[in-house]
């Protein structure tokens, strides 16, 4: 009876405690726009142990004790908002915040923010500085700006690639809007297919992975969209050495409805066109006619049902395509030849959000995610024989290929008090796998094939739910306790897994805390590639019963430390298992799976190897983000190894993008408003690349049947990546020169690539041997020294 009134008590003492509290909640959005604002800090300036930040569409809730408060809002490229109010009760706060205000005061919040948060290996981009960095051609790449952070490699020179601590590209999970993007490169990899102008928030996660995200090993490269203007019509136009691109956003209904849409073209076809025909009127009795061009074009409409629901749809398209057309005449027989390549993007979301109480916050979401490869070549020949009877042979050839998912996700963030902030959700997938149809048409005199050799298609169901909690323990212990379980149905096949989730933060001073975490992720989608240039005949397929989801197990452990109120230094060390990683077996291709034609759909699973790796590495972050002068300095020292039983004869190997240093340093200098410069230089260890180590002359019949080229000589291979390319190094600047004019402010940017005209290896080979038979080694660059200028109208 004792225990009953005790227990009693206990309940009516914590009611009455709760009962004392109130919930201050509301949005915090741009004063200009109503653009709502991600990660938004919002706390009590009296009593700053009374803080939150916003979600991802802009909503807070902060319980904290009846009485006065000075309210206070505050955004990194913003401003801040105070206000001192007195609550008695729960209240509606919507909070808009000016960007024409000194921040200094506002950094110093943003870096005990980082400080004091227990989620680690989390970088947010600074989008504002990502678009005065010089880039490729003048085009501002999000992507490649991800590339100059610790942790974080490049692929080959010049492409967009990410490979994360140790991963490989299919084990990111890149979100637009929510929609996970299969194929994020145009241009066969040199460019990324997201425009910075319609994107308002970019986050990378590389480890300590919160339990909302899942289905991927490596990172998770969360963008979202911008919301549009809600209260009047603005815009922009660019236009470089190979694209232009426009964006105009405004307000349908004024404070209630609103739209952006951001389309962007290349033209090389057009550039290129005058000197593809040049170079053909050289060529007796031949034409030819080709180019490539990429499009995107990025939409969104936002709409205020009420104060508590709103709504949401975007959508996303994209394409690339690539084009010969040839026609050779010789007196009176004609042959033509055309060939097509095209892949891109589709992806949609419709989101509804509402305010179920001040501390309860969801948001409903379906999505559509579609990718697609498609080449097709056709050949005809128009001659005459010897009698003069004219024949016409004809042979064509179609192949196409892609994914398709269809989601529902609902998700949930719970405010109980100041102490603890609570996540929870669900997600169903449908993966639609399309492993390719292939088209054959051959017609002659003689017969007439036109036929269709498709592979089965494959459905796969992916189902997960997630909680997580990140609680404060007094004020030096703050922990992210979480967990999700997924499970992956195909065929006849159900896996499932548990993946906990942990963080935890220990602060010693304002400026100083230390941090771990441990994370277990699951794969259920391998990537089939070719290990070269990023190509859009890689593949993506389900895990199956023979070839079973990857793995991973990553432990990471760091400190945060605000050397001064605008300098801030993280140091990150990490550990990652990998298991059941995925890789095409000795000797195969994506192209050898594609002329398979086993109507089962799993002839692809005998081709591949399955294995384990490992990666470990320390990533140093010194970072300045105020001040005319601000950027960033990165280095990782890292290790990245697989083992596979039948590939290199079972022995560990380096990855190919293993990289054993990576610099990076970024910097900006704001002269005033109308001038400012940047550069970028980065330095990285070769990349491992695989070369024979002897070479066999094949024996030559002495009956003198048999005849031998220099090209049938046997290579013989030690080991995989058995040799480093030359160190990469590159130099990047840049200068950015606005004024205002009639029409709004014009912008004319200038850079130059590679300032120095360093050539960095791309690939390498060995050259034609010569006649002492002794081969010579080859190191092929890929781009010297470019120079870019752009012009850009801000209206």
């Known amino acids: ?106 950094v110093v919040q943003a870096q005990n923010n980082q400080i004091e948060s227990s989620q680690m290996s989390r970088i947010d981009i600074p989008l504002a500085t990502v678009k005065v960095l010089p880039s490729l051609f003048g085009e501002t790449d999000v992507l490649k700006a991800i590339q100059l952070m610790p942790g974080v490699s490049s692929g080959n ?28 490169n145009h241009l066969f990899g040199f460019f990324s297919v997201f425009s910075a102008d319609a994107i308002s928030n970019v986050t990378l996660y590389k480890g300590g992975f919160p339990a909302r995200y899942g289905g991927r090993l490596s990172s998770v490269l969360d963008i979202n969209l911008k919301e549009g203007n809600m209260r009047k019509y603005t815009g922009s136009v660019s236009v470089g050495i190979i694209a232009s691109k426009f964006t105009v956003e405004g307000p349908i209904v004024k404070d209630k409805t609103s739209f952006i ?31 490539y061009y990429f499009y995107d074009v990025i939409s969104k409409i936002n709409h205020k049902l009420s104060q508590d629901d ?24 004609v042959w033509k030849s055309k060939m097509k390549l095209g892949w891109g993007n589709i992806i949609s979301a419709l989101r509804w959000n509402h305010v179920f109480t001040p501390r309860l916050f969801g948001n409903l979401t379906l999505t559509y995610s579609r990718f697609n490869f498609m080449t097709d070549i056709y050949m005809e020949e128009e001659y005459y024989d010897d009698d003069d009877i004219k024949h016409i042979s004809e042979i064509g050839m179609r192949y196409n290929s892609g994914i398709d998912d269809i989601s529902a996700k609902i998700d949930f963030d719970f405010n109980p008090n100041i102490n603890h902030k609570i996540k929870y959700g669900a997600i169903w997938t449908f993966h639609i796998f399309n492993p390719g149809a292939n088209y054959l048409k051959w017609k002659t005199d003689n017969f007439d094939i036109d036929t269709v050799i498709s592979k089965n298609i494959l459905y796969g169901r992916e189902y997960a739910a997630y909680f997580e909690d990140d ?64 190509m859009p005949t890689d593949l993506w397929m389900p895990a199956t019963d023979l070839v079973i989801p990857q793995k991973s197990i990553q432990y990471a452990v760091g400190t945060s430390i605000g050397i001064t109120d605008k300098i801030n230094l993280t140091v990150e060390a990490f550990y990652k298992d990998m298991y059941n990683l995925v890789e095409l077996k000795e000797g195969e291709s994506v192209f050898g799976i594609f002329e398979s034609a086993e109507s089962s759909g799993s002839n ?47 022995e560990v190997f380096p990855y190919r993008y293993d990289r054993r240093h990576d610099i990076s340093v970024v910097a900006t200098y704001k002269f005033n408003d109308n001038l400012n410069v940047a550069l970028t230089w980065v330095f990285a260890t070769g990349n491992p690349v695989t070369l024979s180590q002897i070479v066999y002359k094949p024996y030559t019949s002495s009956f003198g049947y048999d005849t031998y080229y220099d090209w049938e000589r046997i290579q013989y291979f030690e080991k995989r990546n058995n040799y480093r390319l030359p160190s990469y190094h590159r130099l990047d600047i840049g200068l950015n020169w606005s004024k205002e004019v009639k029409l709004g402010n014009r912008t004319w940017s200038f850079g130059a690539y590679n300032a120095y005209n360093h050539l960095n290896p791309f690939f390498v080979d060995f050259q ?28």
Request: aromatic residues 14%.
């Open 261 to 291: 849409i951001s389309a962007r073209r290349t033209y090389i076809d057009v550039l290129a066109a005058p000197i593809i025909k040049l170079a053909s009127m050289k060529q007796d009795n031949m034409n030819v006619a080709g180019g």
């Open 604 to 650: 692809w699973e005998k081709k591949v190897e399955q294995g384990k790796g490992y990666s470990q590495g320390i990533e140093v972050l010194l970072e300045k983000k105020t001040g005319k002068f601000n950027g960033w300095i990165g280095y990782t020292l890292a290790f990245s190894n697989r083992q596979f039983e039948n590939i290199s004869f079972g």
């Open 768 to 795: 034609r041997y010569t006649d002492s038979e002794i081969p010579t080694l080859r190191v092929y660059s890929l781009f010297p020294i470019i120079p870019s200028i752009s012009y850009r109208l801000d209206f």
């Open 1 to 106: 009876m004792k225990k009953i009134y005790l227990l009693v008590f206990i309940l009516l003492f914590s009611f009455s405690v709760f009962s004392q509290n109130v919930t201050i909640s509301g949005y915090v959005q741009d004063i200009n726009s109503a653009e709502r604002l991600i990660g938004a800090n919002v706390f009590d300036a009296d009593n700053l142990k009374y803080g939150t930040s916003t979600n991802s569409y802009g909503f807070y809730s902060l319980t904290l004790p009846k009485g006065k408060v000075k309210l206070t809002a505050s955004y990194f490229t913003y401003g801040f908002w105070q206000e001192e109010i007195v609550v008695s009760k729960d209240t509606v706060i919507n909070i808009e915040i000016s960007s024409d205000v000194n921040i200094e005061e506002v």
């Open 471 to 534: 609680f404060k323990i007094g004020s030096i212990l703050k922990i992210n306790l979480g967990g999700r379980f997924s499970a992956f149905h195909v065929r006849d096949t159900l896996f499932y897994s548990p993946e906990p989730r942990v963080a935890v933060r220990i602060m010693f001073t304002e400026k100083w805390s230390v941090k771990a975490s441990y994370a277990q992720m699951k794969q259920y989608i391998h990537f089939l590639t070719n290990n070269t240039l990023g």
């Open 157 to 184: 020179e010049g492409t967009s690639g990410i490979y994360v601590r140790g991963g490989g590209p299919d084990q990111n999970i890149i979100l637009l809007d929510g929609v996970p993007v299969y194929n994020v």
């Open 310 to 333: 709103r709504i949401f749809f975007s959508i996303y398209a994209g394409k690339d395509k690539a084009y010969v057309n040839m026609t050779e005449e010789y007196e009176k027989n």
